[in-house]
């Protein structure tokens, strides 16, 4: 009998990609921004009264008749948060993106605790949800599965404002990876800065429908919004199609210029890919590569 | 421009509708979207209050609409007169009558006519279109317009003449039918025959007269037919005449019957004279009679004349009475009646056991009367035939219809009879005979039956021992047994036959052999044979599965026989009108409407197919 989630052994030899030095003040494998007794000298500096005279470089010593001593980065482990939009919006698609979002999240979650780093997971909407802490080790499996299987669409997006609640309930910056459509009225840029001056580590994975992109229309159609079922209407026709597409396209380019501008990871995937293509995709992004 | 089907134009009310389709405010769906910020938001405007609005795709509303007005143009059969072949046309119109087979010097009229054509076809200008008819006793079309001088020529040479007089007035309607601007030669020998109506006589007419002889003696009767005299005896009669205006002619005349002789006269016509010749005594002679003039004249055709001598035949009687002396000594000097007697006792018992022609119901009547000839004498009180009122004592008889062939020598008109039996004339009968106003004398045919009624007594002395009663039964007799229909065993050439054939003979059709050897084959319709091609002077032979009767076809037509031209000689060479350079016909325009239409369902099929590739595609 097939395991329900044998398809994420093929994880195993990924890791995640975080761009900067760890701040984790817990020894781990991550490179860390501390200094320490790892293998790697970062510098030197002259030997002062008590510092361990095992990290004395003789060599050093020999040439200028000076003690120096070697200085060695800490390694600290991976603090990895992440963030699912469950918003009503992710209830469009077909399959609904909160269904795709729920596997890429698994799986990222699911690399993370292989690789022995601190993994926590946060639901929002227009506010944080659940909130599961961080903790290291594949039993934290557990209670991200029963999340993930328990959440379910509500709610209208406030990217900032569930952003920004996040940023003040977490302890301490890491890899913070939002897995969203970032459909927001109010935008999604704030809350991202907020997170930015919080020092996180970003990578945003950024869920698409197919029919989002190219919307199909016969004849004249009333459109209304899942977060705003008793809100007001659009009625289009096929001409107006152009045109959202293009306002789909500058939505789009302006996410990527977000990013861009401030070295941020992004990768964007279509709900219903199979499951090998967003392995795929993900790596091209650079959110998580091989060992 | 003019419409073939204008009715279709009505379809025209169909347009407004597919107006209003793209007017009527469609139905819009809900449909639930992840976002609504970046759908334009004045995609479509607002709606009009009645429900109606313009949408975006109004050039596919005028495709479609263009498409079914062609459609509609296209079922209405628009036709356009326009201009055909150039060139004129011309109309050869060839007299096939009878007459045109006078022999003018070394060749006939027609191989004359003949020739003249050919000359025209050879004068006519390149693109001109030559039309050839024969003016048969009914128009035959030999060739439509064509200018293909070989194929002319080859169809005017083998024309031939009939012997039968011709209907030119149909062959020149034939003519302007096909081609109202035609000019029409007629080549004809120019007799009384040829004249045409003045309804059809007009400038584009031209008459080219061929023949100059005038010269003819014709038999222009010969008959079989019952001596004046001698009811049960046959005589032949013949006419000659000589039709020459000027020149008497010595002419040798022969009657013949089968391969004898059987009359001979020399005599001379003169100009306009006529000779009539009867031979009698005919009775036991069956077979073709020919009768043959020896004669210089022009026509040979109408010097042979033919008649068939139909063979009596035998009628059975039957009477049914207790006695009647006078009725079977009168039925017995009839020599065609072969005559049994039934007493009525055993008629009712045995009833009727085998077919006779006639049956006499002296004094008593069956209770059925079926289909057959009937003599009833003396019907009884409460009988159909008899009326309810007493009998007339001393009545004096009187006759109604002295013309009718029952009563044809009979002489009994105020007679006075002990008594009589007043009668009842049904609905539809001949009361031939009164007495104080009350019928006693009916004749009826109703029904295939064919029924006598005398309402006195046969044997009342003043009528018994009178010459009228044997006359009276004989006219009874033959009136009662003749045909249905009369064998039309003598007809006109050209003249169609209509043969009715008896009901005991099962077959669908019958071969009728030529006078000149060819047979043909004719289906049998309701006991009734159709034969149209009666265009040769002979005798025609009719035979079938054991039937076999002969008939006979003689050019009996004054008109045909004089050959003496009446029209005058006129232009030879007529000169022929040139008409438009261009003739006129009507060509339909449906198809090419269709073309267009579908051409225009292509491009709206087209126009939305753009539209769809038109949309940007997903990034």
């Known amino acids: 009998m097939t395991e329900p989630y044998a398809y994420l052994k093929q994880l195993e030899y990924l890791t995640l990609v975080s761009k900067g030095r760890v701040a984790s003040p817990l020894p781990g494998s991550r490179p860390s921004t501390a200094y320490g007794h790892s293998a790697e000298v970062t510098d030197y500096r002259p030997y002062h009264p008590g510092d361990d005279v095992r990290s004395i470089d003789w060599n050093l010593y020999a040439r200028f008749h000076k003690p120096f001593v070697r200085l060695r980065h800490a390694e600290a482990e991976l603090d990895v948060h992440i963030l699912l939009d469950t918003s009503h919006s992710m209830e469009f698609g077909s399959p609904p993106k909160l269904a795709y979002a729920r596997e890429i999240v698994l799986a990222l979650s699911y690399v993370g605790l292989h690789n022995l780093d601190r993994v926590g997971l946060a639901t929002f909407s227009d506010r944080l949800h659940h909130h599961i802490p ?121 996410v990527e210029a977000f990013c861009l501008e401030h070295h941020l990871t992004y990768a964007r995937t279509l709900s219903g890919s199979a499951f090998e293509d967003t392995v795929a995709r993900l790596l091209r992004a650079g959110v998580w590569h091989s060992r | 421009m003019y419409f073939l089907n204008p009715l279709a134009c009505l379809l025209v009310a169909v347009l407004p509708l597919l107006v209003l389709f793209y007017l009527r405010r469609p139905v819009r769906r809900r449909r639930m979207v992840s976002n609504l910020y970046l759908w334009p938001r004045h995609a479509v405007p607002r709606q009009a209050r009645l429900g109606l609005q313009w949408r975006q795709d109004r050039w596919r509303l005028l495709w479609q609409l263009l498409f079914l007005l062609l459609l509609i143009l296209a079922l209405a059969r628009p036709a356009v007169v326009r201009g055909g072949a150039p060139g004129r046309r011309v109309a050869f119109i060839f007299d096939a009558s009878a007459s045109m087979n006078v022999q003018e010097d070394t060749r006939t009229r ?16 390149k693109h001109d279109r030559v039309m050839v008819i024969l003016a048969a006793t009914h128009p035959v079309l030999v060739s439509d317009f064509q200018s293909d001088r070989q194929a002319l020529r080859h169809s005017i040479s083998t024309l031939v003449p009939t012997h039968a007089p011709a209907d030119l007035t149909a062959a020149v309607l034939m003519a302007r039918l096909a081609a109202q601007d035609a000019e029409v030669l007629l080549f004809t020998d120019g007799t009384a025959a040829a004249q045409l109506p003045a309804a059809v006589q007009e400038q584009r007419l031209h008459y080219i007269r061929v023949g100059q002889r005038e010269d003819n003696v014709a038999i222009s009767r010969l008959e079989v037919r019952r001596h004046l005299y001698s009811p049960y005896d046959q005589e032949l009669f013949a006419e000659v005449i000589n039709f020459s205006a000027s020149r008497s002619a010595p002419v040798r005349f022969s009657l013949s019957i089968g391969d004898t002789q059987i009359k001979e006269a020399v005599f001379t016509l003169e100009p306009g004279e006529r000779r009539a010749m009867v031979a009698e005594s005919l009775r036991s002679k069956q077979g073709v009679v020919t009768a043959h003039i020896a004669v210089q004249d022009g026509l040979d055709i109408d010097n042979h004349a033919y008649a068939v001598m139909p063979q009596p035949q035998p009628i059975s009687v039957l009477l049914v009475s207790a006695g009647h002396f006078f009725i079977e000594k009168a039925l017995e000097v009839h020599p065609q009646v072969t005559m049994r007697t039934m007493p009525p006792e055993t008629f009712r018992r045995v009833g009727l056991q085998e ?173 009734v044979l159709t034969f149209d091609g009666t265009m040769q002077t002979g005798v025609y032979t009719l035979q079938g599965h054991g039937y076999r009767r002969r008939f006979s076809v003689n050019l009996f037509a004054p008109e045909e026989s004089n050959i003496q031209p009446i029209l005058s000689t006129g232009n030879e060479t007529p000169a022929l009108q040139r008409q438009d350079t261009r003739s006129r016909a009507s060509m339909e325009l449906w198809p090419y409407a269709l073309i267009v239409a579908l051409l225009v369902l292509m491009l709206e099929w087209a126009s939305r197919c753009l539209q769809v590739v038109r949309a940007p595609a997903a990034p």
């Open chain 1, 134 to 254: 961080l903790r290291r080790g594949k039993h934290q499996l557990l209670p991200l599965l029963d999340v993930l299987q328990a959440v379910t669409p509500a709610g209208k997006s406030n990217l900032h404002r569930a952003f920004k609640e996040y940023a003040r309930q977490a302890t301490r910056p890491g890899l913070l990876i939002i897995v969203s459509d970032f459909f927001a009225e109010g935008g999604y840029q704030e809350g991202l800065r907020y997170l930015l001056a919080r020092r996180f580590d970003l990578m945003l994975v950024h869920v698409l429908a197919a029919e989002e992109l190219q919307p199909r229309l016969d004849g004249s159609v009333t459109l209304r919004d899942l977060e705003s079922p008793h809100g007001p209407e659009v009625t289009v026709d096929e001409d107006a199609v152009g045109q959202y597409v293009r306002n789909m396209q500058a939505f789009l380019a302006a």
């Open chain 2, 110 to 125: 027609f191989e004359l006519a003949r020739e003249k054509a050919l000359a025209w076809l050879q004068r006519l200008e």
């Open chain 2, 355 to 527: 077919a006779f022609d006639v049956i006499i119901c002296d004094g008593f009547q069956p209770q059925h009367l079926g289909p057959g000839a009937y003599l009833i004498l003396n019907p009884q009180p409460g009988n159909r035939q008899a009326a309810s009122r007493a009998r007339l004592p001393m009545p004096a008889l009187s006759v109604v219809r002295p013309q009718h062939p029952l009563l044809a020598f009979v002489n009994i008109d105020g007679l006075v009879l002990s008594e009589v039996w007043p009668l009842k004339a049904p609905p539809g009968s001949i009361v031939l005979v009164e007495a104080d106003r009350q019928p006693v004398l009916v004749a009826e045919e109703h029904a295939g039956r064919r029924i006598v009624t005398v309402g006195f007594d046969l044997r009342a002395p003043q009528f018994a021992l009178s010459v009228s009663l044997p006359i009276l039964l004989s006219n009874v007799i033959d009136w009662l047994a003749a045909p249905q229909e009369p064998e039309m065993t003598s007809l006109n050439a050209g003249e169609p036959l209509r043969w009715q054939l008896p009901a005991s003979l099962e077959t669908s059709s019958m071969t009728i052999t030529e006078p000149s050897g060819m047979t043909v084959r004719r289906r049998i319709v309701n006991r």
